[in-house]
């Protein structure tokens, strides 16, 4: 099988498919991140996943298969994204402290004209943090880069969750299982 394309520059979600073992190249395009106001926050992932897939598909010469996937937190409704500084990281956590909330990672297969798009949903409950705690995270992680401005494989993770329902790498950013086993009948 040729090398799949992964429409994502994000660390994390390199990792998984290094684990999984897939062989991939990297292949990202530009592109807006924006959904209609009232799409409901389940379909958001997917729906961004697919503008990720075709930015990356039009770009190419051959109908290579692309996975794009875009991974949200969703706390009373809304959707948190990352953060834009410190202060916006700090606030962030301290809402998520002592509190559950959903993570949920849209992906999209594509190939040519077929399109294969699902969410996967992982429910995450924080322990209470001390403010102590999250400003010491925030200056040594700087999670500016993570939905809900946290990585659950980094120490906030292993110190502040107190339980997880559902794929744990879901939450990293990409639900590898269910992943591996679209592509199998993908092909």
Same mark, same amino acid.
């Given at each position: 099988?040729?090398?799949? #394309?992964?429409?994502?520059?994000?660390?994390?979600?390199?990792?998984?498919?290094? %684990?999984?073992?897939?062989?991939? &190249?990297?292949?990202?395009?530009?592109? +807006?991140?924006?959904?209609?106001?009232?799409?409901?926050?389940? &379909?958001?992932?997917?729906? #961004?996943?697919?503008?990720?897939?075709?930015?990356?598909?039009?770009?190419?010469?051959?109908?290579?298969?692309?996975?794009?996937?875009?991974?949200?937190?969703?706390? +009373?409704?809304?959707?948190?994204?990352?953060?834009?500084?410190?202060?916006?990281?700090?606030?962030?956590?301290?809402?998520?402290?002592?509190?559950?909330?959903?993570?949920?990672?849209?992906?999209?297969?594509?190939?040519?004209?077929?399109?294969?798009?699902?969410?996967?949903?992982?429910?995450? &409950?924080?322990?209470?943090?001390?403010?102590?705690?999250?400003?010491?995270?925030?200056?040594?992680?700087?999670?500016?880069?993570?939905?809900?401005?946290?990585?659950?494989?980094? %120490?906030?993770?292993?110190?502040?969750?107190?339980?997880?329902?559902? +794929?744990?790498?879901?939450?990293?950013?990409?639900?590898?299982?269910?992943?591996?086993?679209?592509?199998?009948?993908?092909?």
């Amino acid at each position: 099988m040729e090398k799949i #394309i992964l429409a994502s520059a994000s660390p994390r979600r390199h990792q998984l498919l290094t %684990w999984a073992e897939i062989d991939y &190249e990297i292949v990202v395009k530009e592109t +807006d991140e924006s959904f209609p106001p009232d799409m409901p926050v389940e &379909e958001v992932p997917a729906f #961004i996943a697919k503008h990720k897939a075709l930015a990356v598909h039009s770009s190419l010469s051959s109908d290579r298969l692309i996975i794009a996937a875009d991974t949200v937190v969703v706390l +009373d409704e809304q959707i948190i994204g990352k953060p834009a500084d410190r202060t916006a990281a700090i606030s962030t956590l301290q809402k998520l402290s002592a509190r559950k909330h959903r993570v949920i990672t849209g992906v999209v297969l594509m190939k040519g004209d077929r399109i294969d798009a699902f969410s996967d949903i992982t429910y995450v &409950e924080f322990n209470p943090i001390t403010d102590a705690q999250i400003i010491y995270y925030v200056d040594t992680y700087k999670p500016y880069d993570k939905a809900g401005a946290y990585a659950i494989q980094e %120490w906030i993770g292993v110190i502040g969750i107190k339980s997880i329902e559902g +794929d744990f790498y879901n939450v990293m950013g990409l639900p590898v299982s269910k992943v591996v086993r679209k592509l199998e009948a993908f092909k």
